[in-house]
């Protein structure tokens, strides 16, 4: 493919006569090689801006992160001086992995469970926390298990088993070129772009969250408890919400 669209050159020996063809496709062939020349510049030039300003972004979302986990620790020690509890800030974000296959599946979570992306055992997706994503997990809460995932968690998650969907095949984020082509129009042009919008649940989390193919994840590394029963019951087990707890299994199954 790259010798198709190479830009061939012309060698005349010194002193013989040049047909006048030959004389405009040497023109012609200089011109290309000049225009590919500038168009390669101006690429590397806009490459290199935005890999700067993508490093100032990663550290203004660094010390965004830090400030916010310094203020819960400030909030909390300013309640417990003053002899008060206090009240944890509501999770904004989900992470829900299938844990149980198709048989015996009636059709109504089959048909939640596809709506979610979650088609295969062990797939994981983002998911906004509202009411009616909350309403569909009650109606697949045997089917799945889920929570609330750290900074850390998500970080792990996109940079191992990160994968774009780009017109319509699923794609390994190699290059920050192929984040930019496909959600650049919404200022996303990079991996810690991509977990900052996930983690805060962003403005545009519903594109960075359909641009990411569903996770495949391995089977924890020990096993199950017992996935008939659920992980809140008394004998324990494995579906339903973990909340902070599911760090821990993601961590087994990434």
């Known amino acids: 493919m790259a010798e198709r ?50 490093k100032e972004r990663t550290v203004a979302y660094e010390k965004e992160y830090a400030d916010t986990a310094a203020e819960l620790v400030k909030l909390r020690r300013e309640a417990k001086l003053n002899g008060n509890f206090f009240v944890e800030p509501e999770a904004k974000l989900i992470f829900v992995v299938r844990i149980a296959g198709i048989m015996k599946m009636s059709p109504k979570p089959r048909k939640v469970l596809q709506l979610l992306r979650l088609k295969q055992l062990h797939n994981g997706v983002f998911l906004k926390v ?72 962003g403005p545009n989390f519903k594109q960075v969250s359909n641009f990411l193919w569903p996770f495949k994840l391995s089977s924890p590394k020990g096993g199950f408890v017992n996935k008939r029963h659920g992980y809140c019951e008394a004998r324990g087990g494995d579906w339903g919400n973990r909340e902070e707890l599911i760090n821990e299994l993601l961590g087994r199954m990434n």
């Open 130 to 201: 509202n009411k009616p994503i909350l309403n569909m997990l009650k109606l697949v809460q045997p089917y799945v298990t889920y929570g609330y995932p750290s900074l850390k968690t998500v970080r792990e998650l996109i940079y191992k088993r990160g994968f774009g969907k780009v017109s319509k095949q699923r794609i390994p984020l190699s290059s920050n070129d192929i984040i930019s082509d496909a959600l650049g129009k919404h200022g996303i042009h990079g991996m810690e772009d991509i977990i900052h919008e996930i983690y805060t649940v």
């Open 5 to 54: 669209y190479a830009i061939s050159k012309v060698n005349v020996p010194e002193g013989a006569a040049v047909p006048e063809l030959v004389k405009m496709k040497m023109e012609k062939e200089e011109k290309l090689a000049e225009e590919k020349k500038q168009a390669l510049a101006a690429k590397q030039k806009a490459r290199e801006e935005e890999r700067a300003k993508l």
